[in-house]
C-alpha cells in the first residue's frame, strides 16, 4: 500500500476547471448559535462573507451545514427577511449550497410531519428571489444526536431528556450525486456521512466532486474537526474527486484527488473568512472506485486461502501418534 500509494502521488498532477468556489466560514461558536438576540448577527455574517468583492467572482458559494439557527421552512416562507437577504448577496448566474433543517407534512407520522437534515441548492436566475434547484436529506444520520434508536424504549426510560432531543429528524434516501446550474454534478455529503466509504458512483454517473458541508462547532476546540478533516480526506483518496468542506467554525477547506489540502485553501477553527478557489479537476477513477467493497473481499478470501494450508500443518504436527 506504501508503495502504490507513493507511485500514485507521484504521478499526482493538479488540474483545475473554470468553475471558482466560495467556501464561506463565520466562525459562529455552538454556545451563541441558538440565543435569540444572536439570530440577526448571523444572518448578517454570512450575508456579508457571501457579497464580499474577490479577485474573481464566484460561480457557487457554498455555506456549512445547519449555517443559520432556524428552519427551512422559516428561512424560506414568502416575505422572509432572511430570503430577501441572502437574494441580494447572491447574485445572477451564481448559485449557494447551504444546510438547514426542514419539516415535511406527513399525516403518518406521529406528530404529523417528518423532519430532515438538508442541503440545499438555490440558483439566482435574474428573477426575484431564489430557486431551489437541488435537495438532499441526510441518509446516514448521527444515533442520540439525530436520532433516538429505540426511541419508544429511550424515551419511556428518560433517555430522550438527556439528549436535549424534543424529535428525530428522518433519514432520507442513499446520496446521489446533484446538478448545480454553473458547477460540475456534485455528491452531497452532509456531516459525519464523509466518514463513510461508498457513497460517491465511480462508474456511470461518477461526479465531478464532493461537497461536504459540516457542523464541527459541536467538537469546541478539540482535535475534533481536525479528525474530521482527517477523515474526510480519505474520500478524496478512494474516489479520485476533489472533495470542499465548509463548516462554521473550522476547519473549511479545498481538498485534491488526492486527500491532500491545497495550499491557503484552509480556514482552521476560530477563523472567520472565505475561500475563493477554482475547483479541482477530478482524477481518473480509482480502483476503488471501479470495484468498490470487492477489493476486501477479495483480500479476506485470499487470506483465507493462504492461512488455511498452514492451519492443517500446525494441526498435523501437533497431532499425537
Request: proline letters at 11%.
Given at each position: 500500500l506504501m508503495i502504490g500509494g507513493a507511485v500514485r502521488l507521484s504521478g499526482a498532477r493538479l488540474e483545475l476547471t473554470p468553475t471558482v468556489v466560495r467556501i464561506v466560514q463565520a466562525d459562529v461558536p455552538q454556545a451563541t448559535k441558538w440565543t435569540p438576540e444572536a439570530y440577526q448577527g448571523i444572518v448578517d455574517r454570512y450575508v456579508n462573507l457571501t457579497a464580499r468583492p474577490g479577485a474573481v467572482t464566484p460561480d457557487l458559494i457554498i455555506w456549512p451545514e445547519g449555517a443559520l439557527p432556524a428552519s427551512a421552512n422559516d428561512v424560506f416562507a414568502p416575505g422572509s427577511p432572511d430570503a430577501i437577504a441572502i437574494a441580494r448577496a447572491v447574485q445572477p448566474g451564481q448559485s449557494l449550497i447551504l444546510g438547514l433543517g426542514r419539516g415535511v407534512a406527513d399525516p403518518s407520522a406521529t406528530d404529523g410531519a417528518?423532519?430532515?437534515?438538508?442541503?440545499?441548492?438555490?440558483?439566482?436566475?435574474?428573477?426575484?428571489?431564489?430557486?431551489?434547484s437541488a435537495t438532499y436529506d441526510k441518509y446516514r444520520l448521527v444515533p442520540f444526536g439525530e436520532f433516538l434508536p429505540a426511541g419508544g424504549l429511550m424515551g419511556a426510560l428518560g433517555v430522550r431528556a438527556l439528549t436535549h432531543m424534543p424529535l428525530d429528524?428522518?433519514?432520507?434516501?442513499?446520496?446521489?450525486?446533484?446538478?448545480?446550474?454553473?458547477?460540475?454534478?456534485?455528491?452531497?455529503?452532509?456531516?459525519?456521512?464523509?466518514?463513510?466509504?461508498?457513497?460517491?458512483?465511480?462508474?456511470?454517473?461518477?461526479?465531478?466532486?464532493?461537497?461536504?458541508?459540516?457542523?464541527?462547532?459541536?467538537?469546541?476546540?478539540?482535535?475534533?474537526?481536525?479528525?474530521?478533516?482527517?477523515?474526510?480526506?480519505?474520500?478524496a483518496i478512494e474516489t479520485g474527486l476533489p472533495v470542499v468542506r465548509a463548516t462554521p467554525t473550522g476547519v473549511s477547506a479545498m481538498i485534491d484527488p488526492w486527500g491532500?489540502?491545497?495550499?491557503?485553501?484552509?480556514?482552521?477553527?476560530?477563523?472567520?473568512?472565505?475561500?475563493?478557489?477554482?475547483?479541482?479537476?477530478?482524477?481518473?477513477?480509482?480502483?476503488?472506485?471501479?470495484?468498490?467493497?470487492?477489493?476486501?473481499?477479495?483480500?479476506?478470501?485470499?487470506?483465507?486461502?493462504?492461512?488455511?494450508?498452514?492451519?492443517?500443518?500446525?494441526?498435523?504436527?501437533?497431532?499425537?501418534?
Open positions: 417528518r423532519y430532515f437534515n438538508s442541503l440545499f441548492v438555490l440558483t439566482d436566475e435574474g428573477g426575484e428571489g431564489l430557486r431551489v429528524f428522518s433519514p432520507g434516501p442513499r446520496p446521489a450525486p446533484i446538478d448545480i446550474p454553473g458547477a460540475p454534478r456534485a455528491q452531497p455529503l452532509i456531516c459525519y456521512e464523509s466518514l463513510y466509504p461508498g457513497f460517491t458512483p465511480g462508474g456511470e454517473g461518477r461526479p465531478g466532486w464532493i461537497a461536504n458541508i459540516s457542523n464541527d462547532a459541536w467538537f469546541g476546540r478539540t482535535s475534533g474537526p481536525l479528525q474530521h478533516l482527517n477523515l474526510a480526506s480519505y474520500r491532500r489540502v491545497i495550499d491557503g485553501q484552509r480556514l482552521d477553527s476560530g477563523e472567520s473568512g472565505v475561500i475563493d478557489a477554482r475547483l479541482p479537476a477530478p482524477a481518473p477513477v480509482t480502483l476503488y472506485g471501479r470495484l468498490g467493497d470487492l477489493l476486501f473481499w477479495l483480500a479476506v478470501l485470499a487470506s483465507l486461502s493462504v492461512a488455511a494450508p498452514w492451519r492443517r500443518v500446525i494441526r498435523s504436527k501437533t497431532l499425537v501418534p
